[in-house]
């Protein structure tokens, strides 16, 4: 879908009223007074938490759902609002799906979301809380793709995918707009951003890219990838020096939230970390846990899967000691009490 993207006004944002990403109304595909007003829940505007001297997290656990992932859903639901659209589908490992149900709620649109059978129990009761009817999908994630898009084709529905979709990043861009806020016009030296199926990555770089062509930065921070080693087909490819993605066998991982095997934009993802000259790298089991644990000794609590964020830091600083030196913000995606 093509729409004018008007360049955002920091020093006109900063002054705004709106306390929410529709402060960056310019740069997304809808109007002032639009449909979005009725179905916005505040989400945006989250704080930015130091962790250590260089080392800031980003509590995208304050959202409305409890995840980033409302970035992009109210965008998705706003504009199938916009398109009287009343019947939506998605598949989700759990947080997207939430974030639909409970936009969709918003809405009036009535929501079908697959899940895997395996997804936390505290995910699926808070999406069928939103009126959405939960279908749980044996076997694995792309199981449950498989069986969300055989719904679209035989009702001919709406497919609110947060992966196929492209206005779902024009929603996770704004994660990047507001730190470059938050630091008064600057972003850090890198980015850490957990990959599963990239959507807060490829948002992150849509970003980039738009604050170069603006002018408003000269060089693009680094991406700093991370997946679950037992689940890293994107990290796999990127050591292999490869451009597409093979699918690799999901071993098991506790962090539900990027365990995804086939990632269906692979290349994409490739393509980001290259050109901001990043990495991406596998983190095990069980630092995943351990740096959960400590987070919650810093008074932070989050769901397993951002584990995995705070553990590659600590593995990327073993790896690039000047990291250390240098400005990081990491994202803080999912609320602990949404994990069993
Ligand atoms: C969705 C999600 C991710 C990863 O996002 P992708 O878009 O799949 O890359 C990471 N952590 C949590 C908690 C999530 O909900």
């Given at each position: 879908?093509?729409y004018?993207?008007?360049?955002v006004d920091?020093?006109?944002?900063?002054?705004s009223?709106?306390?929410?990403?529709?402060?960056?109304?310019?740069s997304l595909?809808?109007?002032?007074?639009?449909?979005w007003?009725?179905?916005?829940l505040g989400e945006?505007?989250t704080?930015l938490?130091k962790?250590?001297e260089?080392?800031l997290?980003?509590?995208e656990?304050y959202m409305?759902?409890?995840s980033?992932?409302?970035r992009?859903?109210?965008?998705?639901?706003a504009m199938?609002?916009?398109?009287?659209?009343?019947?939506?589908?998605?598949d989700s490992?759990?947080?997207?799906?939430?974030s639909?149900?409970?936009?969709?709620?918003r809405a009036g649109?009535q929501?079908?979301?697959?899940?895997?059978?395996?997804?936390?129990e505290?995910?699926?009761?808070?999406?069928?809380a939103?009126?959405?009817?939960?279908h749980?999908?044996?076997?694995?994630?792309?199981?449950?793709?498989r069986a969300?898009?055989a719904m679209?084709?035989?009702?001919n529905?709406?497919?609110?995918?947060?992966?196929?979709?492209?206005?779902?990043w024009?929603g996770?861009?704004?994660?990047?707009?507001?730190?470059y806020?938050?630091l008064k016009?600057?972003?850090?030296?890198?980015?850490?951003?957990?990959v599963?199926n990239g959507?807060l990555l490829i948002?992150?770089?849509?970003a980039f890219q738009?604050?170069?062509?603006?002018g408003?930065i000269?060089?693009?921070?680094?991406?700093?990838?991370?997946q679950?080693?037992?689940c890293a087909p994107i990290?796999?490819?990127?050591e292999?020096?490869?451009t597409?993605?093979?699918?690799?066998e999901?071993k098991g991982?506790i962090a539900e939230?990027i365990?995804?095997?086939?990632?269906?934009?692979g290349s994409?993802i490739?393509?980001a970390?290259?050109?901001?000259?990043?990495?991406?790298?596998a983190v095990s089991?069980?630092s995943?846990l351990q740096?959960?644990?400590?987070?919650?000794?810093?008074?932070?609590?989050?769901e397993?899967?951002?584990?995995?964020?705070?553990?590659?830091?600590?593995?990327?600083?073993e790896?690039?000691?000047?990291?250390?030196?240098?400005?990081?913000?990491f994202p803080?995606c999912?609320?602990?009490?949404k994990?069993?």
């Amino acid at each position: 879908m093509e729409y004018e993207k008007k360049q955002v006004d920091f020093s006109k944002t900063a002054q705004s009223q709106e306390w929410s990403l529709w402060k960056y109304i310019d740069s997304l595909p809808f109007e002032e007074d639009d449909v979005w007003r009725e179905i916005t829940l505040g989400e945006g505007n989250t704080p930015l938490i130091k962790i250590s001297e260089n080392l800031l997290a980003k509590a995208e656990y304050y959202m409305p759902t409890l995840s980033f992932k409302d970035r992009g859903s109210v965008i998705l639901v706003a504009m199938a609002k916009k398109l009287g659209i009343d019947r939506v589908v998605a598949d989700s490992s759990g947080n997207a799906g939430t974030s639909i149900a409970a936009f969709g709620a918003r809405a009036g649109i009535q929501c079908d979301i697959f899940v895997p059978e395996s997804t936390s129990e505290k995910k699926l009761k808070q999406i069928a809380a939103h009126g959405a009817t939960v279908h749980k999908i044996p076997g694995n994630r792309e199981d449950t793709a498989r069986a969300a898009m055989a719904m679209v084709e035989e009702t001919n529905s709406f497919y609110a995918s947060h992966i196929y979709n492209p206005l779902f990043w024009e929603g996770t861009k704004t994660y990047v707009y507001e730190i470059y806020e938050q630091l008064k016009g600057i972003l850090p030296e890198a980015f850490i951003i957990p990959v599963g199926n990239g959507t807060l990555l490829i948002g992150a770089y849509i970003a980039f890219q738009e604050l170069m062509s603006s002018g408003q930065i000269q060089e693009m921070p680094k991406i700093l990838a991370v997946q679950a080693g037992a689940c890293a087909p994107i990290s796999k490819a990127f050591e292999e020096g490869k451009t597409t993605v093979e699918p690799v066998e999901n071993k098991g991982t506790i962090a539900e939230g990027i365990a995804i095997a086939a990632p269906a934009r692979g290349s994409e993802i490739l393509e980001a970390i290259r050109a901001t000259g990043g990495d991406i790298i596998a983190v095990s089991e069980e630092s995943i846990l351990q740096a959960r644990n400590e987070l919650a000794s810093k008074g932070v609590y989050v769901e397993i899967t951002t584990g995995a964020n705070y553990a590659a830091y600590l593995q990327y600083i073993e790896k690039y000691p000047e990291l250390s030196e240098q400005k990081v913000v990491f994202p803080l995606c999912g609320a602990g009490i949404k994990s069993n």
